[in-house]
């Protein structure tokens, strides 16, 4: 049997995808090129905004046909728009999907795909294969990869809660992920380990709050410095990364552990969402710009070469032109290294979504975005600049278009040609030419690396890390 999974959204549903595949290839399943040439096609979605929702649903329309003359096929639907209160509607709209399951438990996918397994082949055993392959403590889904050809990517997501307590007033996630759950410290250290085992050198840490890591963990609550000293000893692990933090929950002792654990990596994402005030009040966020400003001040000061990330959403609900202003006058002010900046998307259930009339055009919303993205282009370019002639530590994640391509500690992208084979190991990479989004560099030293490859051909990863990430694409 062939597998075909297609994913939208943030680094939470890649690392679930990651483990369906991983748990699909455990039970001796391939990967399809294409939904046309699967026999299980599974489609992991995201609510967060309407487009992600609309691109689902035109995705699974499209399976329909196929459905129709195959209804063999089975056909998963899964992720943030599956929760308790819209399956009956889904099931009503798609009758011809097979399973619906929400966010980070396909356990009803496995066991329909293990049946269908069985009933094709009455040796195998759905016994031992049904174990869902999200439940932490279940070896066979997170151990060795059996049936796969395909080289494992060196970097990896590993979710360590999930859930959020927060309510955004524009945010669906925790109603559609529910609470606040993390998983406790031996097993992470136990699935990095057995990450590492398998091909990983860098693992990023994945939380709605990550700062709100271990708040919930009994009988001993524990703190996200504490898991990071815990990973810090995993052997053959190099570099831990970890998102996203919260300004309301961003503790010094995170900067602290940041600042003083090799492993531990200098990029911290904090999302700021609104550069004034009142908005920020509306949004339910918790906190205010001076906050923010003293937070992104101390991380310059306790780590200077500290690269900064931050979302920022435009047209919520009443946001006027000069609210929007103090959001261009705080890019100015802070620089970020990347901005992820979204139109304001209403999501019925969130207070702004039922309670906020969304007042403001695509047009208006649109010429936000854009002057959001210019200003960021023009400061990633500066800030890039100051890079060139400097010798970075590059970890080599993939290749394309004929150079390696890998990423710097504080998360930026950089390409080097080479003929020597460099997959996963660490390059020392001086910066020649930057770009926005990108720098191009030449390797001076690192790690042994491999012999001379012939051509150098695109890698077939399993699940390569998102590309120098265009400000305002869906995470
Ligand atoms: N927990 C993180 C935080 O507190 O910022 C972010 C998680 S959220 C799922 C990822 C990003 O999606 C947010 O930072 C926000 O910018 C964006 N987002 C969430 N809801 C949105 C909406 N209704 N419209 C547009 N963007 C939205
Ligand atoms: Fe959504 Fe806010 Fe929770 Fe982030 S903190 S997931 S934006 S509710």
Known sequence: MRYYVWTVGCQMNEADSERIVRALQDRGLAEAQSAEQADVVILNTCSVRQAAEDKALSKVGSLRPLKLARPDLIIGFGGCMVAGDTVDGLRRRLPYVDVFFPPSEPDGLLELIDHRMADRDPTFDDDVASDGCLAPTVVASAGAIVNTSRPRPVARWLPI????????????????????????????????????????????LLGQIVDRYGRDLRPQRFHLGDLLRALQDVEGLERIRFLTSHPRDFTEEVLEATATLP?????????????????????????????????????????????????????????????????????????????????????????????????????????????????????????????????????????????????????????????????????????????????????????????????????????????????????
Not at 186 to 194: A, G
Not at 285 to 300: E, L, N, S
């Open 263 to 475: 492993k531990v990596c200098e990029h911290i994402n904090i999302p700021v969402q609104a550069g004034d005030d009142d908005v920020l009040q509306a949004m339910w966020r918790g906190y205010t710009i001076d906050v923010y400003r003293r937070i992104v001040a101390r991380i310059r000061e306790r780590i200077p070469t500290c690269s900064i990330a931050t979302d920022i959403i435009v047209g919520f609900p009443g946001e006027t032109e000069d609210q929007f202003r103090h959001t261009l006058d705080l890019m100015e002010e802070l620089r970020f290294d990347v901005v992820h900046v979204a139109m304001y998307s209403p999501r019925p259930g969130t207070v702004a979504g039922d309670r906020m009339p969304d007042l403001l055009s695509q047009a208006e919303k649109k010429d936000r975005l854009h002057r959001v993205e210019e200003i960021q282009e023009r400061v990633s370019l500066e800030l890039n600049q100051t890079l060139v002639g400097t010798t970075q530590q590059i970890l080599v994640e993939d290749t394309d278009k004929g150079k390696w391509k890998g990423r710097t500690r504080t998360n930026k992208l950089v390409f080097f040609e080479d003929p020597r084979d460099w997959l996963g190991r660490l390059a020392n990479v001086r910066i020649d030419r930057p770009s926005p989004w990108s720098l191009q560099g030449s390797v001076v030293g690192g790690e042994q690396p491999g012999p001379v490859r012939p051509v150098l051909q695109p890698l077939p990863v399993l699940n390569s890390r998102s590309p120098a990430v265009p400000s305002n694409s869906l995470r």
């Open 161 to 204: 809660m999930s859930g959020c307590n927060r309510r955004c007033t524009y945010c669906i996630v925790p109603f559609r992920r529910g609470r606040e759950v993390s998983r406790p410290i031996p097993e992470l250290v136990d699935e990095s380990r057995r990450l590492v085992a398998d091909g990983a050198r860098e693992i990023t």
